[in-house]
């Protein structure tokens, strides 16, 4: 028999929602913010009920937000996924440090601004010999939420990454006044429409305006167009 384990996912179906599978917890991740609008640390509210198997909207345009109510098909949703395939590694760039590395794949970028404070995490990364640095950056990495950024420690050569349980966050960013992606944490697998199995990482944000250009991954569109999940 197939364990509980196995039976975690998320498909995405065609020009519709995400099928959620396996009982996946469900809540809201909301970016707080320091006395400067940077984002800070991440809030996460109470759990969203939902049954074992359940369908997030993907379109933007559900009235029953998370889930899914058939709009789109009412809006001829044309969900057409266009990210690169490419293992993570391949889509990165590498930025060298003393003693810790930072890989960078713009393309995956959720606009939660997590890198940005503290003289961003392009800069600490250099620094990185200095512990109240390595600690500051190391942090701010962690919290990126869709793992565009990695941390790599030069030594071992292995990830710096945060262990998480196997959950999705529904992102609320308040400075930006606007509702953000999925937040895939854990290592939750992702299946495409075709059938094709992304790569399996342990953060990864899912469109859920429907605009990106970069689907079933969300580019940041949601804070340009304001979405909001009201």
């Known amino acids: 028999m197939a364990s509980e384990k196995s039976k975690v996912r998320v498909t995405v179906s065609e020009n519709g ?3 959620v599978t396996g009982d996946i917890p469900l809540a809201k991740h909301t970016i707080a913010t320091d006395a400067e609008g940077g984002s800070e640390a ?12 359940y369908a997030l909207c993907r379109c933007g345009a559900s009235q ?4 899914c109510d058939g709009s789109h098909l009412k809006i001829g949703f044309a969900g057409a996924e266009t990210a690169s395939r490419d293992a993570y590694l391949n889509q990165a760039k590498v930025l060298d440090g003393p003693t810790l590395q930072l890989t960078d794949a713009e393309s995956l ?3 939660g601004r997590f890198c940005d404070p503290n003289g961003n995490v ?9 512990h109240e640095v390595r600690t500051m950056f190391i942090r701010q990495v962690n919290d990126c939420p869709s793992g565009r950024l990695v941390a790599w420690d030069k030594a071992s050569g292995k990830p710096v990454e945060h262990a998480l349980p196997v959950s999705i966050g529904l992102i ?12 895939l944490q854990g290592g ?3 299946v495409a429409a075709d059938g094709f199995e992304y790569e399996v990482r342990n953060r990864v944000t899912l469109c859920r305006c ?12 949601h804070a340009a167009i304001k979405f909001r999940d009201s």
């Open 17 to 19: 929602p995400y099928i």
């Open 210 to 221: 429907g605009a990106s250009k970069n689907k079933p991954f969300c580019d940041g569109t």
């Open 64 to 67: 029953t937000k998370p889930f």
């Open 188 to 190: 939750i697998p992702i």
């Open 109 to 111: 970028c959720a606009f």
């Open 42 to 53: 991440w809030q996460k509210g109470p759990a969203v009920a939902h049954r074992e198997t």
């Open 122 to 130: 392009w800069s600490q990364v250099t620094q990185t010999d200095d």
């Open 172 to 183: 609320e960013d308040p400075e930006q006044q606007c509702s953000g992606p999925l937040w």
